[in-house]
């Protein structure tokens, strides 16, 4: 695949701005139809109309993909990657011109949203790409799809020329042994309370199964299906319990987990203290 390298214009910086980063999925959070990445949900290279309502969302999903777990997945299901011609240091995008057609870069408008589950909020951010747009990034690392994956799972880009990888949760390669592909299952120790959190009702944050949201500050709030999620995305430390009312066993969590039957409560969680 062509591996073009143009300039790229100076980094947004490691932050996303005047983006609004929130908790869980698009479809969690009732995004419209034809949007986002669901405006190209076979793959390809969206331009006009379609990239413009392309850019309107970004999913970033910590999940699994053909051999790759984990890896990040967009919206669509689709395999995300990372260019080892770029730089996360300062953060920079080497593709451009043809690359860019075979590699289409995550972009998103000012004032977009960008939905993570199983990625730290820290660790997302853009830069501003040769063209002036804005390419999102994982830990510095601008991220991309492959135009030849045009359904879920595949992950056909994996090593393409020796340079290219999917992209862990942590921005590091998926599939390589040294690529930082490890990240903790339950967040950051010193994460701040969380008001929200998106249960969903299958493992991985997935959207194959049905999900709820809850939300609060400083009181208990019981999940109105409880007892049936496996996995929840959280901007930050809450307390979950097995009980309605905050009665039962309890753990605090510290932001995301992708699977709660390894802190043993998968399809436990009946209510959850935001404090």
């Known amino acids: 695949?062509?591996?073009?390298?143009?300039?790229?214009?100076?980094?947004?910086?490691?932050?996303?701005?005047?983006?609004?980063?929130?908790?869980?999925?698009?479809?969690?959070?009732?995004?419209?139809?034809?949007?986002?990445?669901w405006a190209v949900p076979n793959g390809g290279v969206a331009t006009g109309e379609t990239l413009q309502n392309a850019q309107k969302w970004v999913q970033l999903t910590a999940s699994k993909a053909g051999d790759l777990d984990p890896v990040v997945v967009n919206g669509a299901g689709l395999t995300l990657y990372r260019f080892d011609n770029d730089s996360n240091n300062p953060p920079t995008s080497n593709c451009n011109g043809d690359c860019a057609a075979t590699w289409p870069p995550v972009t998103v408008t000012p004032g977009g949203k960008i939905f993570i589950a199983g990625i730290k909020k820290s660790a997302v951010g853009t830069v501003r790409r040769a063209d002036g747009t804005r390419q999102v990034t994982i830990n510095g690392w601008p991220v991309y799809r492959f135009a030849k994956d045009t359904k879920?799972?595949?992950?056909?880009?994996?090593?393409?020329?020796?340079?290219?990888?999917?992209v862990t949760p942590t921005g590091g390669k998926a599939g390589v042994s040294d690529g930082g592909q490890n990240t903790p299952d339950n967040g950051d120790a010193t994460a701040p309370p969380a008001t929200s959190a998106v249960f969903f009702d299958d493992a991985n944050f997935s959207d194959n199964g049905a999900s709820q949201g809850v939300a609060g500050k400083n009181e208990c709030q019981n999940l109105a299906r409880p007892g049936v999620?496996?996995?929840?995305?959280?901007?930050?430390?809450?307390?979950?319990?097995?009980?309605?009312?905050?009665?039962?066993?309890?753990?605090?969590?510290?932001?995301?987990?992708?699977?709660?039957?390894?802190?043993?409560?998968?399809?436990?969680v009946a209510s959850v203290r935001f404090s």
Do not use: E, H
Not at 152 to 166: A, K, S
Not at 232 to 244: E, H, Q
């Open 1 to 37: 695949a062509p591996a073009g390298s143009q300039a790229a214009a100076p980094a947004d910086g490691a932050g996303a701005g005047d983006l609004s980063l929130l908790p869980g999925t698009a479809k969690s959070n009732n995004s419209a139809p034809g949007m986002g990445d």
């Open 229 to 268: 999620a496996s996995s929840v995305a959280a901007p930050g430390s809450l307390k979950i319990w097995t009980g309605p009312n905050c009665t039962g066993k309890s753990q605090v969590i510290n932001g995301d987990v992708s699977n709660l039957a390894t802190i043993g409560f998968d399809d436990a």
């Open 152 to 166: 879920r799972g595949d992950t056909l880009g994996q090593g393409v020329g020796g340079t290219w990888f999917g």
